[in-house]
Structure formats: C-alpha cells, structure tokens
C-alpha cells in the first residue's frame, strides 16, 4: 500500500504561510491517522544532520483513527526537518527539507486512498 503522508501538506502550508519565522523554541504538528495501517516509529531529525536519530513515538505506535502530536526544538534557529515513519504493513515513507516552524500549530491527516487532508 501506497500511504502519502502530511509533509507535502507541510511543504505546501509553508509556501502559503506569511508568517513562517522562528518565534518558539519549539514547532508542533498534529497528525491524524487516517491510513488504515498503524505507525510504529516516527523518526525526525535536523536536515543539517546525518542521522535520524531515535523513535520519537511516546507510544508503542499510533493507532488508525488516533492523532499523534509531534513537537520539534527549533531551538538552534533550524526549522527544517527530515523526517521518516515505519507503518505496521512494512510502508516506510521519508520526507526532507521539511519546514516545520512554518507548520507550527497545523493538523494533518494521513490517508491510505486520497493521499493528505
């Protein structure tokens, strides 16, 4: 299965956002799970990193029809995030350069048939 996530939404928030500069120390999205599939790590990490990092998850995965909150530190001035999420069918899907400051505050829905509400 195919499952499209929310951060071509975050990308497309952040072209239309006016106000998208650092004023917190940290940014948090809302993500509904909408897929049908349950996520079981969600990994995001600085884009100026190498690495990932650890399973952010504060559960053991996000069930269909739960929301998961991620909050991000942009505390350094770094709004941009690379980010990765493993479902329970084996779907891994990575997105980069992700804005996160200018999607402060947002909610998304992930969706395995029509892609990001």
């Known amino acids: 299965m195919t499952i499209r996530l929310f951060a071509a ?7 239309l956002s006016a106000s998208a500069t650092a004023q917190s120390v940290y940014s948090q999205v809302t993500v509904y799970n909408g897929s049908g599939v349950a996520i079981t790590a969600v990994f995001a990490g600085p884009s100026s990193q190498p690495d990932w990092g650890h399973n952010i998850l504060d559960t053991a995965q996000v069930g269909s029809g739960e929301d998961l909150v991620v909050t991000l ?3 350094d001035g770094e709004c941009f995030y690379d980010l990765g999420y493993d479902f329970a069918d084996g779907d891994v899907f990575e997105e980069y350069q992700v804005d ?4 402060n505050g947002q909610r998304f829905e992930i969706t395995g048939t029509s892609g990001v509400k």
Do not use: D, V
Request: proline residues 0%; charged residues 5%; glycine residues 0%.
């Open 73 to 75: 530190s942009n505390e």
């Open 100 to 103: 996160i400051c200018a999607a």
């Open 9 to 15: 939404a975050l990308l497309a928030a952040a072209a």
